[in-house]
T-cell receptor, first 110, second 116 residues
Framework: QKEVEQNSGPLSVPEGAIASLNCTYS??????FFWYRQYSGKSPELIMS????GDKEDGRFTAQLNKASQYVSLLIRDSQPSDSATYLC??????????FGTGTRLKVLA | DAGVTQSPTHLIKTRGQQVTLRCSPI?????VSWYQQVLGQGPQFIFQ???????GRGNFPDRFSARQFPNYSSELNVNALLLGDSALYLC???????????????FGSGTRLTVV
């Protein structure tokens, strides 16, 4: 059974710092991952996807995938208080379902 | 453009009752998935429907059922409700291109079900 693991946090960073969010996955053949952001009481919203080893940048966000270590991360540069949310990592390699981690709660301190 | 719409937004039911949750996907999206999210956990897969056919089912009891209609809207039914069914139920629609590329889920705002 595929699993995705995330530290539940909270991860606290000062405003303007880089926030680093991590997840590990169990299935060695998994190839695609999505990061979602979920504000308290709201539904998840898609931030970005990553399919290849290495880095992928989108604005202040950088996703990193290391297939050898089965490790996915999301970096948020210049963190803002509005980035305070729970970040969900999802293994989307299955044919019909996503496997989500429990999420990491990020708190950006003003 | 209308996003994924779910109804109702909140629901309180008594143990043993039945509930029907509704979802309308984004126009043009033929795939609808249902997830259950318990407080403090990530979403757990319940069902996916594509072109009105069930493509997959998660580890949920037979009390959970779903269907997709010709207009691609969907319903999730839960019978004989238990206290443990209290959760946020999320519907997601997604678009796949002809090469099978997945553009990711767009979630609706969810239905918060409380079983008392």
């Amino acid at each position: 059974q595929k699993e995705v693991e995330q530290n539940s946090g909270p991860l606290s960073v000062p405003e303007g710092a880089i926030a680093s969010l991590n997840c590990t996955y169990s299935d060695r053949v998994s190839q695609s991952f999505f990061w979602y952001r979920q504000y308290s009481g709201k539904s998840p919203e898609l931030i970005m996807s990553i399919y290849s080893n290495g880095d992928k940048e989108d604005g202040r966000f950088t996703a990193q995938l290391n297939k050898a270590s089965q490790y996915v991360s999301l970096l948020i540069r210049d963190s803002q208080p509005s980035d305070s949310a729970t970040y969900l990592c999802a293994d989307t390699s299955g044919t019909y379902k996503y496997i989500f981690g429990t999420g990491t709660r990020l708190k950006v301190l003003a | 453009d209308a996003g994924v719409t779910q109804s109702p937004t909140h629901l309180i039911k008594t143990r043993g009752q039945q509930v029907t949750l509704r979802c309308s996907p984004i126009s043009g999206h033929k795939s609808v998935s249902w997830y259950q999210q318990v407080l403090g956990q990530g979403p757990q897969f319940i069902f996916q429907y594509y072109e009105k056919e069930e493509r997959g089912r998660g580890n949920f009891p037979d009390r959970f059922s779903a269907r997709q209609f010709p207009n691609y809207s969907s319903e999730l039914n839960v019978n004989a409700l238990l206290l443990g069914d209290s959760a946020l139920y999320l519907c997601a629609s997604s678009l796949h291109d002809l090469q099978g590329k997945d553009y990711g889920y767009t979630f609706g705002s969810g239905t918060r079900l409380t079983v008392v």
